[in-house]
């Protein structure tokens, strides 16, 4: 199959080999038997989720840009960047300060978590918070000590609307040390508290495939699950594969009791993928997005960083096999565990991105929506949407051409006929690069004159990526 891809459903969808790369493709839905409402979604193009049929066009893959060094990002372990409310960052780290010699787990030297803050997540000062004056961490240490909860605290903040105000911020912490994971909460983010005593996860390899929680273990609230939602690091897969580092997903109600662990299908043969980095992305919160760390130790334990999406929480999409981003010319980064992006996203501009390298100084700026698109080449390509359904509103397409592509729609009923009005001759092909371009067809006509119901999209693109597409209720 010319256009291969990997694509991890679980049972939403049946696999099917392709013969060419030996990968594995999701096969096709009912169009008619599960119509989906797109009221005021935004679709990504990692896959071809909303594609009924397509000629000439590709899921291509879009690596984020490496820029020049930072002075002032933060550098440490475990990164996790989380945006206020008010706009403004905070970067959550692991450092080591090797004069703090009491024991850590491994009798690893001393360990604290450190938290800088920035207005516009470029610029970073690293305040005093005063928290543990006459010991020898830095002003802006939040946690310290012997305990191994410093390892990989991981926090969040919380969108349940039922969410006390005084535990706004949670969090996850522990090792195989500590054995388990623990459950901590905050009012601000910088002062932490305990659930309890107890782990709310437990350390039970022998249930995972062996070795498990040791890394930065993902955790939100879900808004399209309506529950806690946390990925952990196991060694094993949904297909049984053990000795594979992998990623399984628990979920809880009330962020204390959590389920027992649905094993991913995501790793291919004799791969290790762990750092899985998923959170809801942004802009389509149904979407988790994640840069995931892919293990390769045979190779001197180097390290690259693979993509990774789940819709609605249901299985694993990965728009490529092959690496999202490579280590580099710099020789450093092809040393033992060297490449981890921060877990979290800084909006740049309502058209940029910025991602964080957690060993680095470095930044990436990735294109709004840009992590993948649908993709035409010189010759015009077509793709027929499945049957979909709305309540009312518009329609835009993040898209980019080159100077000589263009791009047309055309609204069709559900049998695939083009309404009058509405056909690709009453629509002049439109070149350019918009986040958010609205078609209109003669006389100023838009998707929103049309009335609700069923409806699909036909589409003609020529050097063309189409990124998302959204239909917004008003």
């Known amino acids: 199959m010319k256009n291969s891809k990997l694509i991890f459903c679980g049972c939403v969808a049946t696999a099917m080999l392709s013969t060419a790369a030996g990968n594995i493709t999701a096969g096709k839905n009912s169009t008619m038997d599960n119509i989906y409402d797109v ?6 193009f990692i896959d071809d989720f909303l594609i009924e049929s ?3 066009i590709a899921i ?36 080591v300060d090797n004069v703090y010699k009491g024991k850590m787990y491994n009798n690893h030297p001393g360990e604290y978590v450190g938290v800088s803050t920035s207005k516009d997540g470029v610029k970073w000062e ?13 002003g802006n240490a939040i946690l310290y000590g012997g305990n191994g909860i410093t390892h990989n605290f991981v926090p969040f903040y919380d969108t349940n609307p039922e969410c006390k105000a005084s535990e706004r911020y949670k969090a996850v912490a522990g090792v195989r040390e500590t054995r388990g994971l623990f459950a901590y909460c905050s009012a601000d983010g910088i002062n932490w508290k305990m659930y309890g005593t107890a782990p709310v996860i437990k350390y039970e390899p022998e249930k995972t495939g062996g070795h498990m929680l040791d890394s930065q273990n993902a955790v939100f609230y879900s808004q399209e699950e309506k529950c806690y939602v946390m990925y952990i690091r196991v060694w ?12 399984a997903k628990v979920v809880s109600k009330d962020f204390i009791n959590w389920s027992e662990p649905e094993f991913l299908k995501m790793n291919r043969k004799g791969e290790h993928i762990y750092v899985s ?6 802009r389509a919160p149904h979407y988790y997005a994640g840069a995931a760390t892919r293990y390769f130790g045979n190779r001197g334990s180097a390290t690259d960083v693979v993509l990774l999406f789940s819709r609605s929480g249901k299985g694993i999409i990965r728009p490529s096999c092959e690496a999202w981003i490579r280590p580099g010319l710099d020789p450093e980064r092809w040393l033992n565990r060297m490449n981890y992006l921060s877990l979290g996203i800084v909006r740049e501009s309502p ?6 390298h957690n060993r680095k100084k470095l930044m990436y700026r990735l294109r709004t929506d840009g992590f993948a698109s649908l993709n035409a080449g010189i010759t015009t390509g077509t793709v027929l949407t499945k049957v979909l359904s709305r309540r009312g509103g518009n329609v835009e397409f993040n898209i980019a051409t080159s100077a000589g592509g263009g791009f047309q729609v055309e609204v069709c009923d559900e049998n695939g006929n083009a309404l009058p009005g509405y056909r690709f001759t009453d629509m002049k092909e439109f070149y350019g690069d918009k986040i958010a371009f609205v078609p209109q067809w003669k006389g100023g006509r838009s998707l929103a004159d049309l009335p609700a119901g069923k409806f699909r999209l036909r589409l003609h693109l020529k050097e063309c990526d189409l990124y998302s597409v959204a239909f917004p209720e008003k």
């Open 39 to 44: 009221t005021g979604k935004r679709e990504l």
């Open 54 to 56: 397509k000629r000439g």
């Open 60 to 95: 291509k893959q879009h690596a984020p840009v490496e820029l020049p060094s930072n002075p002032d990002k933060p550098i440490g372990h475990y990164n996790t960047i989380l945006q206020k409310p008010d706009g403004t960052y905070l970067c959550y780290f692991r450092g």
């Open 126 to 138: 690293a305040p005093d918070y005063k928290l543990f004056p006459g010991k020898p961490v830095p």
């Open 236 to 247: 094993k897969t949904a297909d049984n594969l053990k000795g594979l580092r992998s990623i």
């Open 277 to 282: 980095g998923l959170t809801p992305y942004f």
């Open 351 to 356: 058209e940029t991105m910025l991602l964080y």
